[in-house]
Structure formats: structure tokens, C-alpha cells
């Protein structure tokens, strides 16, 4: 009995000695616990499926598609994810706040935009405003416009969080591309498209601040160059006095021009759409980056239109935007009806006050390729089956800031 007691009074304090395990972290996307790891692929699940059922496009801050119907739909969206298991309740708030942040809702004379804001304490929020309230106070703060971005956090999220705070730059999210060119030195074009021939002016002024033209950039695209696949699109201003039918409105439900040639998503094939001939005229020297980019893919009105944005499509903020083998189901003889013709938006902003913007729109068919339309809609959701990843890789949802 008096050994089991010294014992005892031997054990306890080598018990109290013991160190305790460390608890992990399940902060969203940036804890350490092994949950973590497959929140991004949910979140970018889960906003394509928003994308799919709450189309920005189509809430224009009419009855019944305001700011609050918007938000309504989204936290069903999210609800749906959270019920379902494929979202952790640690993200739900950076999720709902990134829908609430955005431009969805606003009628399009309100060209509400997201806004930067770094207080003179260095505090760093996002806010959704009218481009004309974007502006510095003196004392106070000092705002960043970033047009062309439906999101607070798709604008400013540097650092891919899904927050805006101290973390991020504080500037709008821009490519990281190499100089621009901005003469296109391709002229194998399936129609007859006008030479681009700029004349570069300074506008620089010899005082302390120098002034800008505000004319909106001019957007210039070659999908495929330097390959026998080559072609190049009517954009405007030509789009917009292009021969019908082959000439739709410049929104996402008309798609603009279509190109001649079908694209063909063979198993060996990339396609490629390059931008890198656009012009800024507020460039200071023809060799100056003065733009940034930004692409968007739609979807058919016959399908419920809204972005696609599949993980074999990269390069979103790029002036190349690539599209892997089998990336989009081709779209003739399906559910899609007689149009099979999803479009492409390129939106191209200056880097110089007051950020004169251009969006233009064109059409293409896709075909060769190995994802169906029913494998495009199953995996293309938040809760996509396992059996995608063989399938249908390349029609997941993208990770990737889009």
C-alpha cells in the first residue's frame, strides 16, 4: 500500500509535466489544420455555383433583381453548401461578405465600383460606391477605383484570403505580364479587320501634375496567333455596324461578332485568345504597360447564361487568356437549342486616371471535345462527384482568381 502511494505521488507530477498537444488552427483558408486544405477548392465551387444560380449580369437593381435579391440568393447558395457538407462553417463569413461586397444589384447608372480605401492610420477596408465618390480626403484617407471587378475581394484580395484588410497591397489586383506590343504584327485575319496605327502623343504637362486622354482604350484580339488556327474577331467599333447575323449586341446575352473558324478542343489542341495588341491611348511611349485585363466566359441565354469559369481556362487577369483540351462541351445538338455559341469578354482598363474602360464581346463554337454538356453541368457545381476529376478535369471549377 505505501509503494502504490510513493508511486502514485511519483506519476502525478510527471503528468503535470506532460506537455498538452497543440490545438490547430481551422481559421478558413489559412489555418494549419488538414480541413483547411479544401476550402478553396469549395469556396471556388461554391461561387461557381452562385455564378450559376445568381448571375450578376442578371440582377440590374430592377424589382425583384436588387442588391438584397441578390444577397438573398447567394445566402441559399451558401446555406445549400453549408448543409451539404461542402463548405466549413469557419468560411462562412468570408464567403457571405464576398458576395455582399459587390456590384451585383446596382443599376448601371449608379456605376457603382469597388473602392479601396487605406486610412491615414494605414488601415486598409473595401467599399461598394459610385465611381465619382471614389476619391481621396484629404486627412483622412486616400481610395483606389478599381473598375471592370464585380467584388471587393475579386478587386483587391491580393493575397487570396478572401478578406481585404492590412494583409493586401492596398491597389487593384493587376496582371503580372511582361510589355506590352501594342502594333499587331499578325495579319493573318479571317476578315477584314482595319490596321491598327496609333500615334503616340505625350500629354505630360512641365508642372507637377500631368493630364491624361480620357479616351477608352481600344481592344485588339488574335485568338491563336502564330498558328494555322489564326484569327481575329470584330470588336468594335466595327462590331457595332457588323453584317447580321453574324453581328449580335456587345453584352453577355448577344456575345457580339462571331469568329469564322470553330474552335476545336482536341485532346492535343490549346487555344489561346491574346490582347496583348490593345491600346491605351494615355500611354506616355508606345512600349509602356498602361493597361490591365480582365476575361470573362458566358454561357448561352438558352442555358440560363452566367459566367463559366472551368479550371482548364487560365489567365483571367492576363492579357493571354488559355484554354486547355476540353474545356467547354460543345453545345450543338443539347438542351443549348439552335444557339451554340458561347461568348467571350475582354474588359481593358487604363492604369491612369480617370481609368477610361473598354468590354467587348465576341462569340465561338467549340467542338472535338471529350466533356459533354451533362458532365459540364454535373461537375461544374459546388458538391461535383468524385468521379470529375477523371472525367471531366478540366470542367471543374476554377481555384483560380477570376
Given at each position: 500500500?505505501v509503494?502504490?502511494?510513493?508511486?502514485?505521488?511519483?506519476?502525478?507530477?510527471?503528468?503535470?509535466a506532460?506537455?498538452?498537444?497543440?490545438?490547430t488552427?481551422?481559421?478558413?483558408?489559412?489555418?494549419?489544420?488538414?480541413?483547411?486544405?479544401?476550402?478553396?477548392?469549395?469556396?471556388?465551387?461554391?461561387?461557381?455555383?452562385v455564378?450559376l444560380?445568381?448571375?450578376?449580369?442578371?440582377?440590374d437593381?430592377s424589382?425583384?433583381?436588387?442588391?438584397?435579391d441578390y444577397r438573398?440568393c447567394?445566402a441559399?447558395?451558401?446555406?445549400?453548401?453549408l448543409?451539404?457538407?461542402?463548405?466549413?462553417?469557419?468560411?462562412?463569413?468570408?464567403?457571405?461578405?464576398?458576395?455582399a461586397?459587390s456590384?451585383c444589384?446596382?443599376?448601371?447608372?449608379?456605376?457603382?465600383?469597388?473602392?479601396?480605401?487605406?486610412?491615414?492610420?494605414?488601415?486598409l477596408?473595401?467599399?461598394?460606391v459610385?465611381?465619382?465618390?471614389?476619391?481621396?480626403?484629404?486627412?483622412?484617407?486616400?481610395?483606389?477605383?478599381?473598375?471592370?471587378?464585380?467584388?471587393?475581394?475579386?478587386?483587391?484580395?491580393?493575397?487570396?484570403?478572401?478578406?481585404?484588410?492590412?494583409?493586401?497591397?492596398?491597389?487593384?489586383?493587376?496582371?503580372?505580364?511582361?510589355?506590352?506590343?501594342?502594333?499587331?504584327?499578325?495579319?493573318?485575319?479571317?476578315t477584314?479587320t482595319?490596321?491598327?496605327?496609333?500615334?503616340w502623343?505625350?500629354?505630360?504637362?512641365?508642372?507637377?501634375?500631368?493630364?491624361?486622354?480620357?479616351?477608352?482604350?481600344l481592344?485588339?484580339?488574335?485568338?491563336?496567333?502564330?498558328?494555322?488556327?489564326?484569327?481575329?474577331?470584330?470588336?468594335?467599333p466595327?462590331?457595332l455596324?457588323?453584317?447580321a447575323?453574324?453581328?449580335?449586341p456587345q453584352?453577355?446575352?448577344g456575345?457580339?461578332?462571331r469568329?469564322?473558324?470553330?474552335?476545336?478542343g482536341?485532346?492535343d489542341?490549346?487555344?489561346?485568345?491574346?490582347?496583348?495588341?490593345?491600346?491605351?491611348?494615355?500611354?506616355?511611349?508606345?512600349?509602356?504597360?498602361?493597361?490591365?485585363?480582365?476575361?470573362d466566359?458566358?454561357?448561352?441565354?438558352?442555358?440560363?447564361?452566367?459566367?463559366y469559369?472551368?479550371?482548364g481556362v487560365?489567365g483571367?487577369?492576363?492579357?493571354?487568356?488559355?484554354?486547355?483540351?476540353?474545356s467547354?462541351?460543345?453545345?450543338?445538338?443539347?438542351?443549348?437549342?439552335?444557339?451554340v455559341?458561347?461568348?467571350?469578354?475582354?474588359?481593358?482598363?487604363?492604369?491612369?486616371?480617370?481609368?477610361?474602360?473598354?468590354t467587348?464581346?465576341?462569340?465561338f463554337?467549340?467542338?472535338s471535345?471529350?466533356?459533354?454538356?451533362?458532365?459540364?453541368i454535373d461537375?461544374?457545381?459546388?458538391?461535383?462527384?468524385?468521379?470529375?476529376?477523371?472525367?471531366?478535369?478540366?470542367?471543374?471549377p476554377?481555384?483560380?482568381?477570376?
Amino acid at each position: 500500500m505505501v509503494k502504490a502511494m510513493i508511486s502514485a505521488m511519483v506519476m502525478v507530477p510527471a503528468l503535470l509535466a506532460a506537455p498538452a498537444m497543440a490545438a490547430t488552427d481551422k481559421t478558413c483558408l489559412t489555418g494549419d489544420d488538414p480541413l483547411v486544405a479544401s476550402d478553396a477548392e469549395q469556396i471556388a465551387a461554391l461561387e461557381a455555383a452562385v455564378e450559376l444560380a445568381c448571375p450578376c449580369a442578371g440582377y440590374d437593381g430592377s424589382i425583384g433583381k436588387s442588391q438584397r435579391d441578390y444577397r438573398r440568393c447567394t445566402a441559399a447558395q451558401v446555406k445549400a453548401a453549408l448543409s451539404a457538407g461542402n463548405l466549413r462553417s469557419k468560411c462562412k463569413s468570408r464567403v457571405s461578405k464576398r458576395f455582399a461586397h459587390s456590384i451585383c444589384g446596382h443599376a448601371a447608372a449608379v456605376e457603382a465600383v469597388p473602392c479601396l480605401e487605406r486610412s491615414t492610420r494605414g488601415k486598409l477596408r473595401c467599399l461598394i460606391v459610385p465611381a465619382a465618390e471614389c476619391r481621396d480626403r484629404a486627412g483622412r484617407y486616400s481610395r483606389v477605383a478599381c473598375p471592370g471587378y464585380e467584388s471587393c475581394v475579386a478587386a483587391g484580395d491580393t493575397n487570396a484570403d478572401h478578406l481585404i484588410n492590412l494583409n493586401d497591397s492596398g491597389s487593384c489586383i493587376v496582371p503580372a505580364t511582361a510589355t506590352a506590343t501594342f502594333t499587331p504584327t499578325d495579319t493573318s485575319v479571317a476578315t477584314a479587320t482595319p490596321t491598327l496605327t496609333p500615334t503616340w502623343t505625350s500629354t505630360a504637362t512641365a508642372t507637377a501634375t500631368a493630364t491624361f486622354p480620357v479616351e477608352p482604350p481600344l481592344a485588339h484580339i488574335v485568338v491563336n496567333p502564330g498558328t494555322d488556327r489564326v484569327e481575329t474577331p470584330i470588336l468594335p467599333p466595327e462590331a457595332l455596324t457588323g453584317p447580321a447575323p453574324s453581328c449580335f449586341p456587345q453584352n453577355p446575352s448577344g456575345g457580339g461578332c462571331r469568329l469564322l473558324a470553330v474552335l476545336d478542343g482536341g485532346i492535343d489542341l490549346v487555344n489561346v485568345f491574346d490582347a496583348s495588341g490593345s491600346i491605351n491611348p494615355a500611354a506616355q511611349t508606345p512600349d509602356e504597360d498602361a493597361l490591365t485585363y480582365k476575361w470573362d466566359i458566358y454561357r448561352p441565354t438558352t442555358l440560363q447564361g452566367g459566367k463559366y469559369a472551368p479550371r482548364g481556362v487560365t489567365g483571367y487577369f492576363t492579357k493571354q487568356l488559355t484554354i486547355a483540351p476540353s474545356s467547354f462541351p460543345a453545345l450543338e445538338d443539347t438542351i443549348a437549342g439552335a444557339d451554340v455559341f458561347w461568348r467571350a469578354a475582354l474588359t481593358v482598363t487604363s492604369i491612369y486616371p480617370p481609368f477610361a474602360q473598354t468590354t467587348v464581346y465576341f462569340r465561338f463554337q467549340y467542338q472535338s471535345t471529350e466533356l459533354t454538356l451533362d458532365n459540364s453541368i454535373d461537375c461544374y457545381r459546388t458538391n461535383f462527384p468524385e468521379w470529375c476529376y477523371t472525367l471531366a478535369p478540366n470542367g471543374i471549377p476554377t481555384t483560380e482568381p477570376h
